[in-house]
Nanobody
Framework: QVQLVESGGGLVQAGGSLRLSCATSGRTFSMSAMGWFRQAPGKEREFVAG????????DYADSVKGRFTVSRDNAENTAYLQMNSLKLEDTAVYYCAATQTTFYQMVLTSSGQYAVWGQGTQVTVSS
């Protein structure tokens, strides 16, 4: 069973940048679609970004389009979320998720579609 470990969270001023990493164990990374979700206090977990197995297809929540970039390195078994122009409302715990799929180009955007989750990393944006 693959395990996911997020890192890269922290405290940043509004307008700043952070890059989150999601390191995976096991040999299934290249067979998995990857996603990033976040959960702010008192709110439900929401989709942030997703990337297909091939890396050719990505999708983003409207709230982060143009600011966040999802990527993956199948040789390093790691997924990334580059976050630029951070806003106060980006403050949340960020989770990466993975699920094996036979569909090479599919991007998954629903939390229910993901089988494995990381423990989360806190991102706090201050004014």
């Amino acid at each position: 069973q693959v395990q996911l470990v997020e890192s890269g969270g922290g405290l940043v001023q509004a307008g700043g940048s952070l890059r989150l990493s999601c390191a995976t164990s096991g040999r299934t990374f290249s067979m998995s679609a990857m996603g990033w979700f976040r959960q702010a206090p008192g709110k439900e977990r929401e989709f942030v970004a997703g990337i297909s197995r091939s890396s050719l297809n990505t999708d983003y929540a409207d709230s982060v389009k143009g600011r966040f970039t999802v990527s993956r390195d199948n040789a390093e078994n790691t997924a990334y979320l580059q976050m630029n122009s951070l806003k106060l409302e980006d403050t949340a715990v960020y989770y990466c998720a993975a699920t094996q799929t036979t569909f090479y180009q599919m991007v998954l955007t629903s939390s229910g579609q993901y089988a494995v989750w990381g423990q989360g990393t806190q991102v706090t944006v201050s004014s």
